[in-house]
Every structure is written in structure tokens, then in C-alpha cells.
């Protein structure tokens, strides 16, 4: 059989058997929400929720982090034009040094669902944490692997997040962030080491602070405003 927990591991995972569950419970529009961005060093936390036709298959669509750019670039688009509702809440680097990144993360999720166009009545959230939101709503372990509604809001954070990790590339060039999207690789602490944290850096985070100025409010650790497009 096919489902959720599949009696044969072998086989595929329903990726509708949670909507399923919560539209049995007399729910109809049920947006998944996910976020990409957590660990990095630099850049913005971006969270978005996704609310899909009832019973609409997307073929493709699973853990973005378990497809190609190509592929996600791809199915970026598709969720855009098939979805009923899309919405991206961000939370910055200053955000995440203020209040930590738990809770800069919850922030960009309630902004994201707050963003919909079309109001949600139930949330399916991948992670242990819940959006501090009074709407009925469930969290997933892995959920953008079980979950096509979160699948297609992690997709959509981690393209939108991506573009805009681009685009600091741009603005702030030595740091790589084209490549590494602001994670912690060697070539980018590396370039920390020696250039200094420059202004979407994390002032918080272990692998930047150690490079900051003592002084407050130094120029190299000052917070940077950015308007981007995606």
C-alpha cells in the first residue's frame, strides 16, 4: 500500500496523506509552511506558506533540498501559476541577532502566512515548533518530504532566499555568497577571517562574532537595508 507510513518501506510516500487527514477533519484550506535559511552565517531567514487545490498533484515536488537548482527554478514557477495562495515572510540578519533565530524564523512564518492572499483555516508546519498564530495547526518532522503543501513552500523559500543570496553576492563581492548562499563553508569563513564580517553577516553566530568589531555599531557589523526583486 501507499500512504503515509507505508507498511513496505519500498514504497513511495503519499504526499497528500496529511492534507488528507486534516480535510477529513472538516478543513479546506490548509497551507504548508516552511523556511529556508537557519543555519546559514549570512543573509535573511525566508519562510513561506503555499496553499494548493485540494487533491492536486505536482509531480516533482519534495524536499527542495533534495533537488537541483535547476529543478527547483523550475518548479518555483509551476507552484506560482498552479497555487491558489503563495506567501514569503522574511526575517533579516538584524532580526536574527535581536531575537534569535527560532524566533526570527516563527516571525517570517506567521508573516508568511499573513502574506496569503487566500486566508487558511488549517497549517501543516515541517519542524518541532508551532507558528504563534490562532489558527489550527500541526507540525511535521520532515515534513517537506511527507508533505506536498510544505514541499512547495520549502521550495519556495529556498529559491526566493537563494535569489536574494545572488543578488548580496553583487552587493558585497569576495564572500562567495553566490556559491554558498551565506553556510558556513571553508572558502567563506575563510573570506570572513580575512576580510571581516561585512553588513548582512550575523553578528550572533559563531564563526562571524569572533570577527567583529569591539565597538558597537562598527562600521563593518552595521545593519544593511536592501530591496530586492525575485
Known amino acids: 500500500m501507499t500512504g503515509l507510513f507505508p507498511d513496505n ?4 510516500i503519499d504526499m497528500l496523506a ?35 487545490p485540494t487533491g492536486m ?28 495562495a503563495v506567501g514569503v515572510g522574511i526575517g533579516d540578519h538584524a532580526l536574527v541577532d535581536r531575537i534569535n533565530i ?27 515548533s ?18 506536498l503543501s510544505i514541499a512547495a513552500a520549502s521550495i519556495i523559500a529556498k529559491v526566493t532566499r537563494d535569489r536574494m543570496m545572488v543578488q548580496y553576492d553583487a552587493q558585497f563581492p569576495g564572500y562567495g555568497f553566490a556559491s554558498h548562499k ?11 577571517a580575512e576580510l571581516g564580517p561585512c553588513p548582512i553577516h550575523r553578528k550572533s553566530f559563531s564563526g562571524v562574532k569572533e570577527h567583529c568589531p569591539a565597538e558597537p555599531g562598527a562600521a563593518p557589523c552595521e545593519p544593511s537595508t536592501g530591496l530586492f526583486s525575485f
Open 9 to 12: 518501506p519500498d514504497a513511495p
Open 18 to 52: 496529511l492534507e488528507g487527514q486534516v480535510l477529513r477533519r472538516g478543513y479546506a484550506r490548509i497551507a504548508g509552511v516552511d523556511e529556508a535559511g537557519r543555519g546559514p552565517l549570512a543573509g535573511p531567514v525566508v519562510a513561506a506558506a503555499v496553499i494548493l
Open 57 to 84: 498533484l505536482l509531480p516533482g515536488v519534495n524536499d527542495s533540498k533534495q533537488l537541483t537548482e535547476e529543478k527547483r527554478e523550475e518548479l518555483f514557477d509551476v507552484i506560482y501559476r498552479e497555487a491558489l
Open 102 to 128: 527560532l524566533q526570527a524564523t516563527l516571525s517570517a512564518m506567521g508573516d508568511a502566512v499573513r502574506a496569503l492572499s487566500v486566508a487558511p483555516d488549517f497549517l501543516l508546519i515541517d519542524g518541532i
Open 130 to 147: 508551532s507558528v504563534p498564530m490562532n489558527i489550527p495547526q500541526r507540525t511535521v518532522k520532515k515534513g517537506d518530504s511527507l508533505s
Open 182 to 192: 551565506g553556510y558556513g563553508a571553508a572558502s567563506h569563513l575563510a573570506a570572513i
